[in-house]
């Protein structure tokens, strides 16, 4: 046996018994599923989990509106988005200026979208928008008024020809995670935590992975989350229907508008 071999397998040995040890069960995993998809407003797969795991779905109650929020901020329609926060909480966006900037700035992002998506396009709409909600805001933060300056940019320069920096604010992730910052103040304003534990652990994960490299600890040169079964594994059958249920309920929230990455 080589030096590396004999030096490599015992640590990979010991750091996966002890990984072992300390094993979630089957029902504190479920629930931390459970927590994901709820806190991040996917309602039905909820429902359908609660089913397949055979436990109690959790109860929101202001998850169809958070639902409806975020379907409209991914659509571009900001301006019922607005409307429908302030409905559910009007402080929210009182009391955080910066969020509610952001969401303004959306809006203008997809004004100039519209006028600028033909070549005759009209953009006093979106001049007249800058200049009656975002103008007067901007004062009052140097970041603020830096953005409106970027995102005005975007009436100068061709849309095929952009900056990174530029075709970022036209880029769907830019909706994407505007929704999920509205969504954490929605949550944090009725006392609830504004992350799934499951991203908690996520998170923490990886931090202890940096730290224990960084202490230079024994441990194996690459270690995976561990989320995903093996191929021969199997847990009474429920590997097997859960890949086969996966498609479909995967093309179920696609076309629900529920989807997120971290589910794929």
């Known amino acids: 046996m080589s030096s590396t071999s004999s030096t490599t397998t015992p640590t990979w040995s010991t750091f996966e018994r002890r990984v072992d040890e300390v094993k979630a ?3 504190d995993i479920n629930y931390l599923v459970m927590d994901y998809l709820v806190t991040n407003n996917y309602p039905s797969a909820a429902k359908r989990f609660a089913v397949e795991a055979n436990i109690q779905p959790k109860a ?12 409209a901020i991914h659509s571009g329609d900001i301006q019922t988005a607005i409307e429908k926060i302030n409905e559910l909480n009007h402080q929210i966006l009182d009391e955080n200026p910066s969020l509610h900037f952001a969401l303004l700035r959306l809006q203008l992002v997809e004004l100039i979208r519209t006028c600028t998506s033909t070549p005759d396009g009209d953009i006093t709409p979106a001049l007249e928008f800058a200049t009656s909600q975002l103008a007067p805001r901007a ?7 830096e953005d409106l300056e970027r995102t005005l ?15 970022s604010l036209l880029h769907p992730d830019l909706r994407m995670d505007i929704a999920t910052r509205v969504n954490e103040a929605i949550l944090q304003s ?5 992350e799934a534990r499951l991203r908690n652990l996520v998170k ?15 441990i194996p040169e690459k270690l995976d989350l561990g989320l995903v079964l093996g191929r021969n594994e199997s847990d009474n059958g429920h590997s097997q229907s859960a890949n086969q249920n996966g ?13 997120d990455a971290m589910l794929s």
């Open 204 to 218: 923490l994960r990886a931090w202890s992975e940096q730290k224990a490299r960084e202490a230079k600890r024994d």
């Open 25 to 27: 069960s089957k029902t």
């Open 153 to 167: 940019a975007l009436l100068i320069f061709p849309s095929e020809n952009l900056a990174p920096s530029l075709a």
């Open 247 to 259: 498609n479909s309920d995967d093309a179920v929230m696609a076309n629900n508008g529920d989807g």
């Open 139 to 145: 004062p009052t933060n140097p970041q603020f008024l």
């Open 60 to 71: 929101d109650e202001s998850i169809q509106e958070r639902v409806e929020i975020r379907n």
């Open 190 to 194: 009725q006392g609830a935590r504004k």
